[in-house]
């Protein structure tokens, strides 16, 4: 009798003690979150210093968000994300691989390892700052280029589509590799030694230990990596924000889906930017499932699939 | 028992920490105003410009604090500065949540005076928006106390009525600064007289352009040199008063086309994109083959001179080819202030009185709002700049000052002003065509401004 109430004792403690991570939570995040997706159903901007409502206007909102180019930067979102993620995914996988792998005894790792997660240190808009710095038409990078020869004319580089776009997205995989692979290599020291060993035995190739072993087992992290990655792709803001003086320049075909948000928060229009901020939220959430069951696949090679298959087909052959 | 009381105590702890977090800094807030009433000046700004004015001509003032935030003048009175940087419109914000919280603050929490910049002063001085007090409310005549001002700066200062409702210390006419060693190569003279005929107006600076490019230099560095002598010259406000509808002025579409010209002849820098950015700080470098900018007063002193890296006097001014005004920081007592005296004489002393602005002019190189003083000025060998080899820059600015027209301003200036060049800036450089850019600016604005529900272009 006695024992049991103490252990009960316990697990209140236990509450107690994550009591003021949820009263945080609740005042801070919570209520804001609920008040954002109350506030998207009404019309509440400034004009000027007047306040015009709150008034309720139901879906309008939402309907003209529909209506403007919000797919387009939504796109735009999507196409700087995949330029940014798939070196930064591929580089990481590689470099993890390196790193893990004991035969190759890269010497320095430490070093390595801190240089490659340093860019991800700077703050994000000092980071873009010094590329347009650097990438101005009379900036560093043109006159190298000049004085090597290499061009003759400077390239206008934040002027154009290609320029400003890969820009962004090189910006997002130097900043994100270093953390990525460091991750990736964490998962990959995780899988068992025996594991590497018997498959050596075995006559394993390089590559295939890569996509017959490393991958598989990895899967979880990756799944991991995947997911906030997408998040963070679609919170894309500071970087094309100071690149392109929030503009998206040119033609704003590199204003991302914060930015058009952003934009809306310049007067103070709660109502629009709280019905852009929970179609992101929808956004986000299917992409979340989506990968989520993407990688949590408990059936890999379809032997579940299947034997359901031939369970149904029995049984309504027994009818 | 003893390791449960502890628990409880570290739990108890942990959670007043949070919440005494939330109260003390709520409480820290209220405190800066527990003085008795009517004792404090509550002063907003966007820099030190205006403390130091203040403490330059203004005699009632006796002491600043080390750190900047205080003044105490001889009566007692405090003058509490809020100084928050203009960057990013932080400036409007913070300004804005003190405005619409005025009318339940508390006494010496109330804002006093605040300032504006031309571009939004329209904003704060509009009637409906009642922020600025008429300034005959405070028992200041216009017509009588303020006779010696500029025009132009009390249209601007005034509401759709014409009450005005701030007054300004500072007028920012503009001058054409020239490179004098490029006018030397390309006119054989430097001569402010000479160069001025050849810049007098659009004809024939086109015609100089010409001149200076076949000898391979830029008249100007960026499209956006020109924008403010257009865009202060536009017939009607870009919305009328009561109205939800864009209307943008031939005389914008003019700066478009000419500038669309201008770019494609090859007088200007095609790789100057806009203003405040390093390829234009560049520019007035001496490494640069830009002849001229247009700046007004502090223009020269806080964007030219800093950006120069060759010896004094190598520049020289004169006349644009267009009057025009860009900047200055505006005044106003805010309503419901606590304080209407002390206001009253705060804004009497550094815009209505002749030998305080006088005094500004000389210590801060400003152009001050004074038309006998300038008219003096200009006279006064003592204003003559060794940046400007010993020119008199007032002879110049004074008689642009006395023809400035300025523009009907509306509170959605700013945003026009700004997302017009940054639409039509694609355009320019060829990235999209005429139509999409003005496609883009109408999403741009109705952005910005949620009440706007139509653009209607001039043509």
């Known amino acids: ?146 004085s090597m020869g290499i061009i003759k004319e400077r390239i206008d580089f934040l002027g154009s589509v290609l ?22 290599m964490a998962a990959i020291m995780g899988i068992s030694m025996d594991v590497f060993e018997a498959a050596e035995i075995d006559g394993c190739t390089g590559f295939k230990r890569f996509y017959y072993i490393i991958l598989p087992l990895i899967r979880p992290i990756l799944a991991y990596t995947l997911i906030t990655a997408i998040i963070g792709g679609l919170q894309m803001f500071d970087v094309p924000q100071i690149l392109t003086n929030g503009q998206g320049t040119p033609d704003r075909t590199s204003m991302t889906l914060i930015m058009f948000l952003n934009s809306h928060l310049k007067s103070k229009n709660y109502g629009m930017a709280g019905a852009l901020s929970v179609y992101l939220f929808i956004v986000s959430a299917i992409l979340c499932f989506i990968v989520y069951r993407m990688t949590n696949d408990n059936d890999p090679d379809g032997s579940k699939a299947a034997a359901k298959r031939r369970e149904k087909e029995e049984r309504r052959r027994r009818k | 028992m003893k390791k449960k009381v502890i628990a409880a105590l570290l739990a108890a702890s942990m959670c007043a920490g949070v919440l005494t977090g939330c109260g003390g800094a709520a409480k820290s807030g209220g405190e800066t105003a527990a003085v008795e009433e009517g004792k404090v000046i509550n002063i907003y700004s966007w820099n030190e410009e205006f403390r130091q004015r203040v403490e330059a001509v203004y005699p009632e003032v006796k002491e600043t604090s080390a750190d900047g935030t205080v003044t105490t003048l001889n009566d007692g009175t405090e003058i509490h500065w809020i ?140 499209y956006a040199d020109t924008f403010r002598l257009y865009g202060n010259s536009i017939e ?152 400007l080899k010993g020119q008199n820059p007032f002879e110049y600015f004074a008689p642009v000052a006395e023809n400035i027209k300025i523009a009907p301003l509306s509170s959605y200036d700013q945003g026009c002003v700004e997302l017009i060049q940054n639409s039509f800036s694609d355009y320019l450089q060829g990235k999209v065509d005429y139509e999409k850019a003005k496609v883009n600016f109408e999403t741009a604005i109705k952005e910005r401004y949620p009440d706007i529900t139509e653009v209607q272009w001039s043509e």
């Open chain 2, 236 to 387: 009607e406000s870009w919305v009328k008063q009561g109205e939800t509808t864009i209307k943008v002025d031939q005389k914008i579409m003019d700066w478009i086309n000419s500038s669309k010209e201008w770019l494609d002849a090859g007088y200007l820098d095609k790789t100057v994109k806009g203003q405040w950015n390093d390829d234009w700080n560049k520019s007035m470098g001496s490494e640069s083959k830009v002849f001229a900018f247009l700046l007004p007063a502090w223009g020269i002193d806080f964007v030219l001179k800093p950006n120069w890296d060759g010896d004094d006097g190598a520049w020289a001014v004169t006349n644009p080819p267009q009057e025009y005004n860009w900047g200055g920081s505006y005044i106003h007592a805010c309503t419901g202030t606590d304080n209407p005296e002390h206001v009253k004489d705060i804004i009497l002393a550094l815009t209505g009185n002749k030998d305080n602005l006088l005094k500004i002019s000389k210590d801060y190189s400003d152009f001050t709002n004074t038309t006998s003083g300038m008219q003096e000025a200009a006279k006064d060998e003592a204003f003559a700049s060794e940046f």
């Open chain 1, 163 to 184: 320029g400003t776009r890969s820009l962004i997205g090189f910006m997002n995989f130097l900043m994100w590799f270093g953390n990525t692979t460091i991750m990736l």
């Open chain 1, 1 to 146: 009798m006695r024992k049991k109430s103490k252990s009960i004792s316990y697990a209140k403690w236990g509450y107690v003690f994550i009591l003021p991570f949820f009263l945080c939570y609740f005042i801070f995040s919570l209520i804001p979150l609920l008040d954002t997706v109350r506030y998207s159903f009404f019309e509440y901007y400034r004009s000027g210093i007047k306040e015009v409502g709150p008034t309720f206007i139901g879906l309008q909102n939402y309907a003209s968000l529909l209506q403007s180019d919000m797919l387009k930067y939504g796109a735009n979102t999507l196409i700087l994300w995949v330029i940014g993620f798939i070196p930064q995914i591929l580089i990481a996988l590689l470099l993890a691989v390196w790193f893990t792998d004991v035969r190759l005894k890269i010497r320095g790792q430490q070093f390595f390892k801190v240089v490659i997660y340093l860019p991800n240190l700077i703050m994000a808009s000092a980071f873009a700052m010094l590329f347009f710095t650097i990438f101005s038409t009379n900036g560093p990078v043109n006159s190298i280029l000049m």
């Open chain 2, 83 to 222: 100084i928050n940087p203009n960057q990013d419109g932080v400036y409007q914000q913070k300004l804005d949540e003190a405005l619409l919280k005025q009318a339940d603050a508390a006494a010496d929490d109330k804002v006093d005076i605040f300032l504006s910049e031309t571009d939004y002063v329209n904003k704060y001085t509009d009637a409906d928006a009642d922020v600025a007090m008429p300034l005959t409310d405070l028992g200041i005549d216009p017509e009588k106390d303020l006779a010696d001002q500029y025009g132009f700066t009390k249209t601007t200062a005034s509401d759709m009525e014409g009450v005005q409702r701030g007054s300004t210390w500072q007028c920012c006419p503009g001058l054409l600064v020239y490179r004098r060693d490029i006018a030397m190569d390309v006119f054989g003279t430097d001569d402010p007289a000479a160069v001025g005929e050849k810049v007098k107006d659009w004809d024939t600076i086109k015609n100089t352009a010409a001149e200076l490019k076949a000898k391979g230099y830029y008249t100007f560095a960026s």
